[in-house]
């Protein structure tokens, strides 16, 4: 359903239109819809335009919007509709499209002299849009082919008040100064390179140290919780992703089919879950077994195209943090409050306690996408929401949403910019257990089909360490930090008293560096900062002496001087209690 920011932000599309045509008398206009953040329109100009020309046109998008003319709708007959677009080949084009479709007429709108083609919703008047500001230009070919002509494309956006717009628009300049990519570049933590291959991924050191404490801390929660680690391969043959049903539901993700000497057909693994099955599956099981639940930081590899990839955020090949609980139908639903609660632990753990939860469901309308009976899914889809309602949490329904094999709860973290990242993932399986003829011995000595939930709480490590890079803008937590300490001598003569203090802190498990470049003591102070390095041990004539240390903690705040016994015990509560400082 389209929701009132939607009908303003496509109404402001027009707008813009009609200040251009004012401006440039003659320019083509092709379509101009309202987007997630905003709205677009493109066009063939017949000069040649850039973001230089943006005042210009909001000044006069402004001037329009003051004369408070009605947006109006009209119905009109093919004909006349020619008629009125006769100039506007692309217009043309789409009143073709509607004869061919059977429409019985043409839905029009005006604002002032400016008519469009379009099906509305709109605002009532122009005082009804909001603040607005034009954000970018782009080229696009009409209708997305590259046989087509190239045309112009305005970005913009619109808020009801400028209040809203001059919050969106600080959210846009804070994204720049964090865009992992960037700060990926500047701390030296991840690249990409096309000898390797688009979409992939390499961890620089820096970066390795990161997500070696983020597994480590993950491996010790889990194995808190019952789970047990397995490892899968990268690979398996075709016929174990026919009986999944991956290479009928998942095929466009799934990279091409390698061969082997004897003409096997295999693929790269989109999933984990098929070699868990199949560990299952390896000797007889009983109730008393269960729930099994087995977890993986195993990793994945997906056919992602070029509009989808993303840096580190959406890369084609990466690591879940997945896991998949067997059990009976009674363990189902305490296995998922469990899943439900852990997850909520973990992301408290990393700052991002505001989660937004959806239900993920089929798409009634399209069931030749799902694996399954319509009525187990209605069941699984009933039972997951039951939870969401039980727990008292707002929710919303993802229709389509759900992957082929069933239903999920999902939830999407909030980060410092009040920006939503998928993460943890809670999904219901009646579908494979039956497809690899799993079973259980139950308590009365017959064979029964199990209950199984797939379910990642971090995700992809890749993005969510993405998300982490721009969450703490490159500023980790001290127990994440590649770097925790640096050591800045003032002077040569504080070299040794400095090598002393390294190799202390390196026997108390700190990461530390000491910086021993022949630089003045405030350019050293500024690389630390600039490298984000929470702590910066600073040494002279006085805590050479005395045997102390002088701290400087990241922000530019001083603490002073101490011993090196308490800064030790100082850092390291950090690190046990996973401080952000």
């Not at 984990?272 to 993986?296: A, F, T």
């Not at 082929?404 to 494979?432: C, H, M, V």
Request: charged content about 30%; glycine content about 6%.
């Amino acid at each position: 359903m389209t929701n009132n920011l939607d009908i303003m932000r496509h109404s402001c599309s027009h707008l813009m239109a009609a200040a251009i045509l004012e401006l440039w008398p003659g320019t083509k206009l092709a379509i101009g819809p309202a987007i997630e953040e905003g709205f677009y329109y493109d066009f063939e100009f017949s000069a040649t335009i850039s973001d230089s020309d943006f005042p210009k046109i909001e000044a006069k998008m402004a001037e329009i919007k003051a004369e408070n003319l009605p947006i109006t709708k009209k119905e009109v007959s093919f004909e006349e509709a020619k008629k009125l677009f006769a100039i506007q080949p692309y217009k043309l084009e789409l009143i073709k499209d509607l004869i061919k479709d059977g429409a019985n007429s043409v839905s029009t709108y005006t604002l002032g002299d400016f008519l469009d083609l379009c099906i509305g919703p709109h605002v009532e008047s122009t005082k009804d849009i909001g603040s607005f500001k034009l954000l970018s230009l782009a080229g696009a070919y009409w209708r997305g082919d590259e046989k087509n002509k190239m045309l112009t494309r305005i970005y913009g956006t619109c808020f009801p008040t400028q209040k809203e717009l001059d919050h969106y628009l600080w959210q846009i300049e804070e994204a720049k100064k964090r865009d992992h990519r960037k700060l990926g570049e500047e701390l030296d933590l991840f690249s990409q390179n096309d000898e390797l291959g688009v979409g992939l991924i390499l961890w620089h050191p820096k970066l390795s140290i990161v997500r070696e404490e983020i597994e480590l801390w993950w491996r010790q929660e889990h194995r808190k919780r019952g789970y047990q680690y397995v490892y899968t391969p990268h690979i398996g043959r075709k016929v174990l992703w026919d009986r999944s049903g991956h290479t009928n539901f998942y095929k466009d993700l799934m990279y091409p089919p390698l061969k082997d000497e004897r003409n096997d057909v295999y693929f790269l693994k989109p999933m984990n879950c098929n070699g868990h099955m199949l560990i299952y599956k390896s000797k007889p099981r009983s109730y008393k077994e269960l729930p099994i639940r087995w977890c993986e930081l195993g990793t994945v590899y997906r056919y992602e195209l070029e509009g989808v990839r993303h840096g580190i955020l959406r890369p084609r090949g990466f690591t879940q943090d997945d896991a998949h609980i067997i059990c009976t139908k009674e363990q189902l639903i305490p296995e998922i409050e469990n899943v439900l609660d852990f997850a909520l632990e973990m992301n408290a753990v990393f700052g991002f306690k505001d989660l937004h939860y959806d239900l993920s469901v089929m798409n009634p309308k399209d069931t030749k996408k799902y694996a399954g009976d319509p009525k187990e899914w209605r069941m699984a889809e009933d039972a997951l929401e039951g939870i969401l309602e039980r727990r008292k949490v707002k929710f919303g329904k993802d229709v389509g949403g759900a992957k082929f094999y069933g239903p999920s709860i999902d939830l999407k973290a909030e980060d410092a910019l009040g920006r939503l990242w998928q993460g943890t993932t809670i999904q219901f399986d009646f579908n494979l257990p039956s497809r690899f003829d799993l079973k259980y011995i139950g308590l009365d000595g017959k064979d029964h089909v199990p209950y199984m939930i797939h379910r990642t709480l971090l995700g992809s490590l890749e993005r969510f360490v993405g998300v982490l890079i721009e969450q703490y803008a490159g500023a980790f937590p001290v127990w994440l930090s590649p770097v925790q300490v640096k050591i800045v001598p003032i002077t040569d003569k504080h070299l040794e008293y400095g090598k002393k203090i390294l190799e202390k802190l390196l026997s108390a498990d700190i990461r530390v560096s000491l910086d021993e470049r022949n630089e003045t003591t405030s350019a050293k102070i500024r690389d630390a900062e600039l490298q984000k390095i929470p702590y910066i041990i600073v040494i002279g004539d006085k805590e050479m002496k005395a045997k102390s240390v002088n701290i400087r903690v990241r922000g530019e705040k001083v603490l002073g001087e101490m011993s090196q016994e308490n800064f030790i015990k100082l850092i390291k509560e950090d690190i046990v209690k996973k401080r952000q400082i």
